[in-house]
Each structure stands twice: as structure tokens, then as C-alpha cells.
């Protein structure tokens, strides 16, 4: 399939979005066969350099292509993604796929079971080509690890992609995927996607199934989607929520069919929106390019209809340093065989540590002071439809930013200082978007991050798509598109 895009190029596939091209499959103007094909050709060729992917299964994804195109061929109801491809990020368990959870020491392991929200994508129709590349355990908010390159940002590929999930950001940025699943423990969906210009959801806590195992007592972790658009990413949130009531939380049951992607094309309204640049770090140091696209954004949400106030948000005594004290224990959240010690990561050593040196009574103060903290965080949001703030203090780092002084303590202080406004939101299991409504003249984003009431999703997808609609930003594309 091919036409002429908004700046006149020919256009091929991966310009479609990805409701465009489920669209395209349904109407039989595109194969899954040849959407499949395309973008392993696409990853062959840009996916190493970018640090991309950690593991493609080139061979699984052709053949569930020719099963999504048999299906066709039968004339059966099709699923909404049906065809359309993704790719599973590499803390997410997949039967008979290599899930190494970006550490060496899992370098073999090969599941015999889903994660169930793997299961959940491929009912919706979704193919996956593989896994994208992650941190150690997902434990930085950068892409790095003992496995295979850097994920690097394909705005600047000096530059990294963020992270966690940062290679599904970088596979969706380049046109490697048209979307991607990620999950965000405290930023890891928001931080890449602002780093890489991308739509990146935080669901709330519950929506989406952990199961059937899972590894994160404290709640904090939740999958999500990265996409291109607003209505991509609601129509893949709408995909992986599905109730599963035997989760310690559950919320999906909440919304009917179809909430998400409706939400997508409908107009929020005149909302409260509350603006902030409160946070749990003290004196952070903030660019003034993002001082200026925080304050861009608040014209045009007033432009817009909406009224935009100052809120001030508490700073609970103790806060930050129970999340590190959590964040250090949930680094045992992976069994680890004996000796593993050597081949992990530096930063991956001193959490560990960190977590083996807590009580358990200390653990239960920290999870006690956080949970008062998210109540006070949550109280002082609900007079508000959102609350905007920045999504990180700072434009995308180079690669080896964090890493470069050698000292694990180092670095992770510069990781809570580069993502102030992330991991709070964590706590209080709120829902939060990540808008790549701003970009420096050199072509590098911005984002923005709308933070939701519970269970708000639909006003902060409705409100993304009013952006999206003002002041499209689908073009912003890098030089390897």
C-alpha cells in the first residue's frame, strides 16, 4: 500500500499508524503477510544499531502472519489489531521465547508459560516480532545493559532512549514497530516515550492483568502502551485490559468496550487542570527549554478552553527515601541462581545490597510511608479533571550519562533527579500520559506528562487527542525513517 503522506513523500506502510493499518487489513488492501515482512526488513536493518530489540523471532511472526491471513481468507470476524505488529518488551514473560530480563545471567531462559498480558495482545489479533531491549530487571531509567548495545534515541542516536522500556521506544520512534507494549514501575513508559516523542501510557493500578506470577508486592509496576498517536495507544491499552479477578487488584471491570479508543477522537471538554513543578526531589535542576514547554503547554491548554491553575503538591517527610528503600527490595523481586553476582549489572550490586541490608520492619515503615504519602498526593490531585507537570528535568542525556562516573550511588541520584516527577504516581496508582507536544529546533522532544484522577484514563486520552488535533506531531520524524 502506498499514497502520498502530510509532506508529500510516498508514503509506505510504516507511515500508516496502527489503526490505520488494522483498518487496511480488514479492508484487503494490506497482508498481514507483507506487514510482517516489511518490518523485519526494517529491523534488520536499524534495529542493532539503535540497541533496539533483544531478541526477534523472525521465524514465529511470519508464520502468525500467514495464520492471521488464513483467517482473512475464511471470512471469520476478525479481532481489532488483527495482523497489526508489536513487539513484547523483555520483562514480560513469553512462552518459547527467550525472556532474559535484560541480565546475562538469564541468557538461556526460555519460559513455558505467558505473561497474560502476552495472551491478551495476541486475541486482539497482534502479532509480536520479538522482545524489545531493557535495562537489568528493569531497574534504571536508561537502557543499558551486559546483553547487547545501547537503546539510543533515533532522534540523536548519541543520545539514549530512556528507559525501561526504552528499546520498545526506540523500535516505535524509528518506524521499527507501529507500536509497542511497556510496563512502568516508576516512569519506565513515560520516561522513554518522552525521550523518543512518543504517546506513552501509565495505566492505573489494577487495569491490566500481572499475572499469572508477577513479581512486584508493593503494586507499583503496571504494563501500558507506547505508540506514535493517540488513538494507537488507546486502542493497544484497550487491548490489554481485560479483568482478571484473581489479581490482588483489580480495575478493568470498570470500563466498557471501546472506552479507550472512543475516548481518543472525543473532545475532553472544558477541564480543572491543575499545573505543578512540585516534587519530592529538592531544588531540582530543571532545562530551560522544559521551564519554556511547561509553560507553552499551559497557553495552549488555556487557548484550548481549559482553566489552567497553579496546585501545590505535599512533600510528605520521608518519602523519597522509603521509595529508594522499596525501589533497592524490589531488585530481589527476581529469584537469581547462586553466584550470579559477577555478571550482573553495577547498579543491579549496590540495590541489591541496599535491599539486603533492610529489615523487614524497615520495609514494612517504608511501604507504611509511602502509602500515607500517595493518599495526601492523591487528596490534593482530586479537585482536578489532570495535573500537567514536565515528564524529566532535562532533554535526553547522551548514552553513558548515568554510568559515566563508575559509582552506582552516583548514578542512581541522577536518575531520581533526571525523573522528578515520574515515580510518585507510582505510589498513588494513578493513570498518567506522556504528550510529545514539544521539541527543541534541533528536532529533539519534549515531553509533557497529564497525570489522571483513578481510574481517569479516558479523559487523559481524550485530552492527548485535543493536543494531538491542535498541534499535530506525527511529522516529527528521525533522519532513518
Known sequence: MSGTDTVGRVATVHDLTAVEQASAIRAGELSPVDL?????????????????????????????????????????????????????????????????????????????????????LAAAGTISLGK??????????????????????????????????????????????????????????????????????????????????????????????????TADAAALLEAMTVPVLSEPYFAADRFPAGSFTIAAGRDPGRLRIGRTLDTPIESPVIDPAVRRAFDDTTVLLTELGHHVEDVSLPNPPGLLAAFVLLWAALAHGTPLPPGAGPELMPLTRHLLDRGARSTAAELIRAQATVQAAGRALVRAMLPYDCVLTPTVALLPPPVGYFTDSGDPAQDFARQLAFTPWTA????????????????????????????????????????????????????????QW
Request: charged share 15%.
Open 36 to 120: 510482517v515482512a516489511h518490518y523485519l526488513t526494517r529491523i534488520d536493518r536499524f534495529g542493532a544499531s539503535l540497541g533496539a530489540f533483544a531478541e526477534v523471532t523472525a521465524d514465529r511472526a511470519e508464520a502468525a502472519a500467514r495464520a492471521a491471513q488464513k483467517v482473512i481468507d475464511t471470512g471469520d470476524e476478525l479481532p481489532p489489531l488483527h495482523g497489526v505488529p508489536l513487539a513484547i518488551k523483555d520483562l514480560t514473560v513469553t512462552a518459547g521465547v527467550k525472556t532474559r530480563f535484560g541480565s546475562a545471567v538469564f541468557d538461556d531462559y526460555l519460559p513455558n508459560y505467558d505473561d497474560d498480558v502476552v495472551g491478551f
Open 132 to 229: 524489545t531491549n531493557v535495562p537489568e530487571f528493569g531497574l534504571s531509567c536508561y537502557t543499558e545493559n551486559k546483553l547487547g548495545p545501547a537503546a539510543r534515541n533515533p532522534h540523536d542516536p548519541s543520545r539514549m532512549a530512556g528507559g525501561s522500556s526504552g528499546g520498545a521506544a526506540a523500535a516505535v520512534a524509528s518506524g521499527l514497530l507501529p507500536f509497542a507494549h511497556g510496563t512502568d514501575g516508576g516512569g519506565s513508559i513515560r520516561i522513554p516515550a518522552a525521550m523518543c516523542g512518543l504517546v506513552g501510557i501509565k495505566s492505573s493500578r489494577g487495569l491490566i492483568s500481572r499475572g499469572p506470577v508477577g513479581s512486584d508486592p508493593l503494586g507499583l509496576s503496571v504494563h501500558g502502551p507506547l505508540a506514535r498517536t
Open 424 to 479: 510518585q504516581l507510582n505510589i498513588t496508582g494513578q493513570p498518567a500520559i506522556n504528550v510529545p507536544l514539544q521539541w527543541t529546533p534541533s528536532g529533539l522532544p519534549i515531553g509533557m506528562q497529564l497525570i489522571g484522577r483513578p481510574g481517569g484514563e479516558p479523559t487523559l486520552i481524550s485530552l492527548c487527542g485535543q493536543l494531538e488535533r491542535a498541534r499535530p506531531w506525527i511529522g516529527h520524524r528521525p533522519a
